[in-house]
């Protein structure tokens, strides 16, 4: 294993998440129900810094399906700190500078060569926490060692991360005034730390502890919270909807299984199109199968009646028991197709209902039924999508009754999946890619993401955003843009020596010193945990404002 800085911090931090992470390397469906996820909006401030406002409000906004108020917000917050960041660092400066060694790889946010300076960004106000962070020391040590770099100052920059919330009796629009007010008095500012290289080699010291443990334990403290394993370690690995399938690349050339979900409004082409996939079963909801030539499964209550007693097998239990027929694998079905996604879900909720007794989640106190819902459709679509077929295709209707208000202060209409855009950001992040169907005068199309009102995107970028809504021609499409994909390495505007340096493990100096709750203590997150001021909305804000 090559070894980063944050796989070391993930180690002492919880063992048994190094493990999920990095060993058994389980990823979990991406977060794009959080407007303000720490990974995805410090990626978009790294972008730019380096390269403008334009590229980072970009990178924020293609990171998730469709954007909403919230991410239009969030994105005026990227727009109004990049300036300023700008206006205190060097423009000639390296970013982004690779360290490579025979197991260490890192990535330096920022090399000054005028003043011999390195910098790593960090959008928090977490202060404290970073500046005991070995990190930084460690970059220096690895630039001298193996790269001959004489660096001369080392330290953080800083940029104010603004997390009041919008209360209840405030517009968007007062809300976003009251942004740029307290933006316009807060800057980033540099705090320079003393090189200790201590540091650095008790952090590399630990690789060898890493490298030599045998049982990964649990380690429960306040960044479990924060965890994106958190729901399937507490449930023991019972809850696993959220976590996807092993990544593994596959040989280029060799046709894989194809997950897509097709969304549009009614007449758009979006049976016809699944229709015309391979060997198809429908499972389908609506009844609405007279123009299908396709076999199906009709997903809907079963009445039966023996004597006098009358007896109702509810559609979802009918789904559930379709998907346990289908895992068995004695057919000869190469395609899969639910019609509709939007009806299942229905469905589960009822299911629900029944189970607790009521009548609407908010019946149940603290979430448990939405909980309860949310669990069991997952659950039951990640089984669907799990499924030995080559083809699982869900599809549904288009919502566009939803209106975003722009950075600008323009109001316009959003389009995505008739679904609860919750459970839809969760599907987005099962599927290889999500399609719209329309009708263009007349001519019946297929658009991929283009806009950032239109719920689309996945994890395959086509190079073309509308195509006709023609099997063979989405097949031409999908499969070229498979065949040709290649690990890419991001671009470097500094590259390091050709000759990869040796290896480098450095035992612990001092044992008394680098116990793990001293490491642990000392060591950044990743993530961005609030402190307790954080945590609680400003009330000095609010009596100002009431």
């Not at 197991?103 to 005028?114: K, L, R, S």
């Not at 991360?161 to 919008?166: F, G, M």
Request: proline share 4%; net charge negative; charged share 35%.
């Amino acid at each position: 294993m090559r070894y980063s800085f944050s796989r070391i911090e993930t180690y002492l931090n919880c063992p048994y998440k190094f493990l999920l992470r990095y060993i058994a390397k389980l990823d979990t469906l991406p977060d794009y129900d959080s407007a303000d996820n720490p990974l995805t909006v410090g990626n978009a401030m790294h972008h730019g810094i380096e390269l403008g406002i334009d590229e980072a409000v970009d990178e924020y906004l293609n990171s998730y399906p469709v954007t909403s108020t919230e991410m239009e917000t969030e994105a005026l917050k990227i727009s109004l700190l990049v300036p300023k960041v700008q206006e205190i660092i060097n423009p000639n400066a390296m970013f982004e500078f690779e360290i490579k060694t025979a197991d260490f790889i890192g990535y330096v946010d920022y090399i000054d060569p005028e003043t011999n300076t390195i910098l790593d960004f960090k959008y928090s106000n977490n202060k404290a926490h970073y500046l005991k962070s070995p990190q930084i020391h460690l970059y220096r040590y690895l630039l001298h060692r193996f790269y001959g770099m004489r660096i001369e100052r080392q330290g953080y920059l800083f940029i104010p991360k603004l997390d009041d919330e919008r209360d209840d009796f405030e517009t968007e629009e007062l809300y976003r005034e009251y942004i740029r007010d307290k933006l316009s008095g807060l800057k980033p500012h540099i705090e320079y730390v003393k090189y200790d290289e201590k540091a650095a080699l008790r952090t590399l010291g630990y690789i060898g502890r890493i490298e030599n443990t045998l049982k990964y334990e649990k380690k429960s403290k306040n960044l479990c919270w924060y965890c994106e394993f958190r729901e399937y370690c507490e449930s023991n690995g019972k809850e696993d909807w959220m976590i996807l399938p092993k990544n593994e690349r596959r040989t280029v050339g060799v046709s894989g299984k194809k997950r897509l979900w097709v969304y549009g409004s009614p007449f758009s082409g979006k049976t016809t199109l699944c229709d015309s996939f391979p060997d198809v079963l429908m499972l389908n909801t609506d009844g609405r199968i007279d123009y299908v030539t396709a076999p199906f499964v009709k997903i809907a209550d079963q009445v039966t009646v023996d004597g006098h007693i009358t007896k109702t097998k509810m559609m979802w239990e009918v789904f559930k028991e379709t998907i346990d027929e289908l895992a068995k694998k004695d057919n000869d079905y190469k395609s899969i197709v639910i019609d509709l996604l939007e009806d299942t879900y229905e469905g589960c909720r009822l299911y629900v209902y029944k189970k607790l007794g009521i009548s609407h989640e908010s019946e149940s106190s603290f979430s448990k039924a939405w909980d309860m819902v949310r669990t069991e459709f997952l659950s039951t679509i990640k089984k669907l999508m799990n499924l030995d077929y080559e083809n699982i295709v869900l599809v549904s209707h288009e919502d566009s009754s939803k209106n975003i208000t722009k950075r600008s202060g323009e109001s316009i209409t959003t389009i995505r999946p008739n679904i609860q855009d919750k459970i839809a950001n969760k599907i987005a992040g099962m599927v290889d890619v999500v399609v719209r169907a329309v009708v263009i005068d007349g001519e019946h199309k297929l658009k991929f993401k283009s806009d950032e009102n239109v719920f689309g995107g996945g994890r395959i970028n086509f190079p073309k955003t509308e195509i006709d809504n023609d099997y063979d021609k989405l097949m031409e499409v999908y499969d070229t843009v498979i065949g040709s994909m290649k690990i890419e390495r991001k671009s470097r505007k500094a590259e390091p020596s050709k000759e990869e340096p040796k290896r480098v493990v450095e035992e612990p100096q001092d044992e008394e010193r680098t116990g793990d709750d001293e490491m642990i203590e000392n060591i950044s997150t990743i993530k961005d945990e609030p402190t307790k001021e954080e945590e609680t909305p400003s009330r000095t804000r609010r009596r100002r404002r009431t």
